[in-house]
């Protein structure tokens, strides 16, 4: 394009614009230098957009078939254009009108067909759709694959006991693989999310024309068909800007990020020589460069950090969306911030699955502390509970003083002595315990007391491994929907360019 055309663009496409002067220097850095810097996400779905929507004037009347092949011969060469190789100009405002002006420097009469029946925000909106669910697919299989790995981990670790922790303290004994397991669940859930989130976001928002319809004889439903959408979105107000879709979408990134972070905070606790339970494999851990001494566990800060930060994206686009309904140029602040949130949050799970995989957990010490600071003291109140005919408070209250009286007697003990547990029934009841020793012996050792877990969803082997199945039967049909879902679109895409080109050469 020459300088004189681009000039005449920038001042309000040419001769009867509204506008007598160009954008200001300041408005072009500013605003329009904002839009053009969402052109890598945005470029692809915007090309995607124009031949959709192209094709769909063809078919319903609206552009003469002259015309519009060699619009979309023209659409089909842009298409092919790289985004490095193609020259945006922030004068021209935002990457669609860049597009524009591509095309109507090569023929300004055909160009002119580019936006009938759709208002200047509608290809972005299109797009960013697009760039959404593209991102939510890829979200999913690394979701996945870090379900996969926490899954994986403990199948091999079913019958390893740990100390299970609440207020950082022992509380009771578990087993590795029912603790990884609880961080398993919430990623399923994740995925039943976010399956939620693509449904809503998979409308397509084109082909309304104004915020009250259009007078064209607009085909929306086959405009959404072309882009693969699971339909359009109904009402033409609506669908020009959904205040509650970039935040649904973050809320929900942000619920996921939220899991992880919670896991690798433990980790990153357990990770100390306070605890030393686990270790992350080297090359997921970073040198401090003056102490040579540490191995941080950088990867595991790293996610925490992330958290924070689409937590703050999050409260952005709620504040952005706080306008009055028809105030659509905001939506600009969502095209990319929330894909990049998604970027973010996608190479953050697939981190977290690599740390996962590679992870070593300290098996025999975990067994050690499984068995320390009373963590047998609420099996010990049940055991008198069900033995001595007591409620459960009394029964309680009595095991509490128990460990009070070995403490004050030994301070380093870490169970309750038959002769403190007497005493201490003597000062509640007035009369020793009947429990055999035997009884109270089964309780010394933490795998035995995690073995009593049978329950549904408890601790022991048994109902660990139907869990297990459980979530491998679940992630199974959800890498199914995404595998099936990702194929669609791809086919579907590629159609549309193939169409594209059989209606180029028709005419």
Request: glycine letters at 8%.
């Amino acid at each position: 394009m020459s300088h004189d055309e681009e000039s005449s663009r920038a001042k309000g496409q040419g001769e009867g614009a509204r506008l007598k002067e160009g954008p200001a220097p300041e408005l072009v850095d500013a605003a329009f230098g904002r839009e053009i810097a969402d052109a890598p996400i945005l470029y692809r779905g915007l090309s995607l957009s124009d031949l959709a929507h192209v094709l769909m004037l063809i078919d319903v009347g609206v552009v003469p078939d002259g015309p519009g092949a060699e619009l979309l011969r023209y659409l089909l060469e842009l298409h092919d254009v790289p985004l490095e190789d193609f020259p945006l100009n922030p004068t021209l405002e935002d990457v669609y009108s860049n597009r524009e002006a591509w095309v109507k420097a090569r023929d300004e009469a055909v160009a002119g067909w580019m936006g009938a029946g759709r208002p200047r925000r509608e290809p972005a909106t299109v797009a960013y759709r697009i760039a959404v669910r593209d991102r939510q697919l890829e979200l999913a299989a690394e979701t996945i694959a870090a379900a996969e790995a926490l899954v994986a981990q403990a199948e091999r670790h079913v019958t390893s006991v740990m100390p299970d922790y609440t207020y950082l303290q022992p509380a009771t004994p578990t087993s590795l693989a029912h603790y990884l397991l609880s961080f398993v669940y919430p990623l399923l859930r994740d995925l039943n999310r976010l399956r939620e989130a693509f449904a809503r976001n998979n409308r397509c928002p084109g082909g309304i024309g104004n915020i009250n319809g259009s007078r064209l004889p607009l085909d929306r439903a086959r405009l959404a068909e072309l882009l693969a959408f699971d339909g359009p979105v109904e009402n033409t107000r609506d669908a020009m800007w959904q205040v509650d879709q970039p935040v649904e979408i973050l809320t929900q990134v942000l619920t996921h990020l939220l899991h992880l972070d919670r896991l690798a905070e433990d980790l990153q606790i357990w990770n100390t020589q306070e605890f030393g339970l686990v270790e992350l494999a080297d090359r997921h851990a970073r040198i401090s460069m003056i102490m040579p001494q540490k191995k941080n566990p950088y990867s595991l800060a790293y996610v925490r950090g992330i958290t924070g930060s689409v937590m703050g994206r999050l409260v952005s686009m709620t504040a952005v969306g706080k306008t009055p309904s028809a105030q659509m140029d905001n939506r600009i602040f969502a095209l990319g911030e929330v894909p990049r949130a998604l970027d973010d949050v996608i190479r953050t799970t697939r981190l977290m699955a690599g740390v996962l995989g590679a992870l070593q957990f300290d098996l025999d010490r975990m067994a050690q502390r499984a068995g320390r600071g009373f963590t047998q003291a609420m099996d010990l109140a049940e055991l008198v509970m069900q033995t001595e005919g007591l409620s459960y408070r009394q029964a309680h209250r009595l095991v509490g003083l128990a460990v009070r009286l070995e403490l004050e007697a030994d301070p380093s003990s870490d169970h309750v002595s038959r002769a403190w547990l007497d005493e201490a029934a003597r000062q509640v009841l007035g009369r020793e315990l009947a429990i055999d020793d035997a009884a109270l012996e089964s309780l010394r050792d933490a795998a035995d007391v995690v073995g009593t877990r049978q329950g549904l969803g408890g601790a022991a082997a048994e109902p660990v491994g139907a869990m297990i199945r459980e979530c491998r039967q679940e992630l199974g049909e959800h890498e199914g929907w995404r595998r099936e879902t990702a194929e669609r679109l791809r086919k579907q895409e590629a159609a549309l360019i193939e169409l594209a080109r059989a209606r180029a050469a028709a005419a």
